[in-house]
């Protein structure tokens, strides 16, 4: 039924930008980890450097 076709290319299209979001929001929360990561390891560095054991 060809009127059946747009409703179905509507699901389709609102699937992917479903998946495309959450790709997006895991890689900025990656992003965040890694900056995190990075700050922490700066923070221990220094702390290691003032306060040597």
């Known amino acids: 039924v060809p009127g059946r076709i747009p409703e179905d290319l509507d699901a389709i299209t609102f699937r992917i930008t479903k998946i495309e979001r ?3 929001a895991m890689r900025q929360r990656q ?3 890694t900056l995190f990561c990075k700050r922490s390891m700066e923070f221990l ?3 290691k450097r003032i306060n040597p054991e």
Request: net charge positive; no cysteine.
């Open 45 to 47: 560095n220094l702390f």
């Open 22 to 24: 959450q790709g997006i």
């Open 31 to 33: 992003r965040i980890n």
